[in-house]
């Protein structure tokens, strides 16, 4: 019986098996190492991005990884200002979505949630007031919408001043091969206020797109406006 079962095995192999692990292979490789898509679970990029967006990963935009690791076989764009990453938390490992604001060298400091880079205030402007009894806003708290005018990437952020969360912090240099990234959501956002600056080893890559979006709280019915959306 059993050497009937390793006949069988062994034909399977030599037939569709190897075939089948060679495509499996090829599938997460490419996965891995050179395109994904992420879930949005929380709502620390609102308004940019909300709970239940799917964003497409560029694993390609800074670098090329060795499949199922984060080594580097080689590297031909630094993440930017503006740009939206991906990348492993330092504080326990999970995959979290927030904005490059500082790179090698800057000097960055925040004041009542406006932030200074080099030593200049970005420039910021008053968009929409959501009242706490406001749907929109998360129900807990009166959110501001601002617009936040970072170098080539001007994008909407949300103050929430009922939250308790640290506004003011630095100046602080950002060393090399590091990153401070912060949440568009600016308090309510788990960043680098809390866990430092970001590697540039632990960035799985760029957030390009907003692929699919279902809204959590109505069932998972698709937000049709948001599907294949450019991100700011």
């Not at 990963?57 to 630094?78: G, M, Q, R, S």
């Not at 630095?170 to 866990?195: C, H, K």
């Amino acid at each position: 019986m059993k050497r009937r079962w390793k006949n069988h095995l062994r034909m399977f192999w030599k037939g569709w098996g190897c075939s089948l692990f060679v495509a499996l292979v090829i599938a997460t490789s490419f996965k891995s190492a050179i395109a994904d898509w992420n879930v949005v679970p929380t709502g620390s990029m609102k308004p940019t991005l909300v709970e239940g967006d799917r964003i497409f990963v560029n694993k390609l935009a800074y670098d090329l990884k060795i499949p199922y690791t984060t080594l580097h076989i080689a590297e031909w764009c630094e993440p930017k200002r503006g740009d939206i990453v991906v990348f492993y938390s330092p504080a326990d490992g999970e995959r979290l979505v927030k904005r490059v604001v500082g790179i090698p060298g800057d000097s960055v400091s925040m004041r009542n949630n406006r932030v200074v880079l080099n030593g200049k205030r970005l420039r910021y402007e008053a968009i929409q007031h959501l009242r706490a009894d406001d749907p929109s806003s998360g129900g807990d708290a009166d959110t501001y919408r601002l617009w936040e005018n970072l170098g080539e990437a001007p994008h909407p952020i949300w103050i929430s001043p009922g939250h308790p969360a640290p506004r003011s912090f630095g100046p602080v240099t950002v060393p090399e091969e590091s990153y401070l990234v912060l949440g568009d959501n600016r308090d309510n956002s788990a960043d680098s206020r809390y866990f430092g600056f970001l590697r540039r080893s632990r960035i799985v890559g760029r957030a390009d797109f907003i692929v699919v979006s279902l809204d959590i709280n109505d069932n998972y019915k698709p937000r049709w406006e948001r599907f294949l959306t450019d991100l700011p």
